[in-house]
């Protein structure tokens, strides 16, 4: 069978490469230099394997550089056409917004949901600590830190909304730990006392796939001036978040269906607290 070398230039050092990339003898081409800090992997692949990364890469952008993808030789049409039905299958394959049947949802919730099963992985890096989701939308990050123990106040601006997260939470049996308040969040979180303030912004459907700033997201830059100076602020923000010249540091996030575990479906970043910069 026919190889291909594949080169995908502009990975930031903060990804965990192998997971995105996958399997192969990918070799590290290029660590500073005119990358500026930004990683170089080669590997030969067979044509599909070479096309599906390339598909599977395609329109994605770190820090606000795109990832570069060249194949050498290029690939003949018919192998991207196959490889991008493939990626279209495994998407639907993707990570569920809520298993289980009965959640209730607008357009907008279901739209910008966390998958439940991220939303456990992330409650599961709390720790059990006391947690303030400042825009809980519908609840999948409220409920998945109440599974993993933790005690929530999942605050929700629009008042429909916060019912369809008092049911959902509910569904899931874990309204004992979880307290919804509807209101804005910015009026609240100044009084807070928590070490842990989780924020799921409104990232709008034309957010820009290859740079997006704190400043694009006013709910958490906004959030970040107020939170009291002690707490942490833990943020889900697109994959294309420019994180150069910011305290946050990547908890990266994958998907965790079959479809998307090799995707990257949002970052999860982490602010320590202003007390400590
Ligand atoms: C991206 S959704 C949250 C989704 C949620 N993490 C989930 O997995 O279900 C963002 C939510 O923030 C709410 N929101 C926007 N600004 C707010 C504010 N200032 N205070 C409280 N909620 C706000 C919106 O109404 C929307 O429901």
Redesign the pocket.
Known sequence: MSCTRIEVAGLPRWLRWRRLLGGGAWQLEDEEGDLGGRRRFVAELSRTEAAAVATRLRGLAFDGQAIIVTCQPSLPRSAVRQARLHEARLRRDGSL?FARRGAW?DE??R?????EVL?YRIGRLARRADVV????????????FARAGCRVLA????RE?AEM?RH?LRLYGVQHRVRVRC??????VARLSVPLV??????GREYDPERVTVDDLP?LR??LEQVPANAAVWA?VPSSFDTRGCPARVLACFGAGSGDRRRVKFLLLRFPPRGRT
């Open positions: 917004g949802l907008e919730a739209y910008s949901l966390t998958p939303a989701d400042a825009a809980c939308g519908a609840g999948g990050n409220a409920i998945g605050i929700e601006r629009d909304r997260a959902n209101g804005d969040a910015l009026e609240h989780f924020v799921d912004p409104p990232w709910l906004d959030l889900k």
